[in-house]
């Protein structure tokens, strides 16, 4: 699935987005070729979501006729995948506080747009992308934790997540292509916002993990 991004593949995906997201096919190739270069976990989420891989309500409702078709959350409207990943209220809930951490964060103004939140489009990312696309897919993967339990939607889950992040990333560079320039820069980056990460941070184990990563 999308180990090579040729043709057929990229013209279904766009087909299959293009309604909601009004994407063309050199949007979409970009935006495959960018999963391909993450790690295991995040490359695999960002597939399925791409594919529409996680089932929804309305999907499940089309095998199993006892099963409404409506959201899980308790909204009553239907529960198609657009509307599980973004569009519920709930879910907008939990966007607009990741939205406001990285506000916070970064010191900037900053909306989060639905291309952004689903495709997690670099291109208008705009300053400090890399913690931006950081953030979205970190927010991804919480929302897919709770696909259908909205209570692990929290913020303390998606620092988790961020700071697991910043290790493949540290990692990365010192394992498999250490670049002394590059870590610099690459800490650099982080240091930006890691005294606020510490702050906000409850959980000590991942507080632990994340001031761990600046003495390896």
Not at 159 to 181: C, G, L, S, T
Not at 182 to 205: A, C, F, H, N, P
Request: aromatic share 10%; glycine share 6%; charged share 30%.
């Amino acid at each position: 699935m999308l180990t090579q991004a040729d043709g057929c593949v990229i013209q279904g995906l766009t087909r299959c987005w293009e309604n909601e997201l009004q994407i063309d096919i050199k949007e979409m190739k970009n935006v495959v070729e960018n999963i391909r270069k993450k790690n295991t976990r995040v490359r695999e989420m960002r597939r399925k979501i791409l594919h529409k891989w996680y089932h929804t309500p309305v999907h499940l409702a089309h095998f199993q006729k006892y099963v409404k078709g409506t959201c899980w959350h308790g909204c009553q409207n239907r529960g198609v995948f657009m509307h599980m990943l973004w569009e519920c209220g709930v879910v907008q809930k939990f966007w607009k506080e990741v939205q406001e951490e990285i506000k916070k964060m970064l010191n900037i103004s900053w909306t989060i747009r639905k291309e952004m939140a689903v495709l997690v489009k670099r291109s208008i990312l705009g300053e400090f992308s890399e913690i931006k696309e950081a953030a979205i897919e970190s927010a991804q993967a919480v929302i897919v934790l709770g696909w259908k339990d909205a209570t692990k939607w929290t913020t303390q889950n998606w620092y988790r997540y961020m700071v697991d992040h910043i290790q493949f990333e540290i990692m990365e560079i010192k394992v498999n292509m250490f670049d002394e320039n590059k870590l610099q820069e690459l800490m650099g980056r982080w240091d930006r916002v890691r005294g606020y990460m510490t702050s906000r941070i409850r959980d000590q184990g991942t507080k632990n993990k994340l001031e761990s990563l600046y003495s390896i």
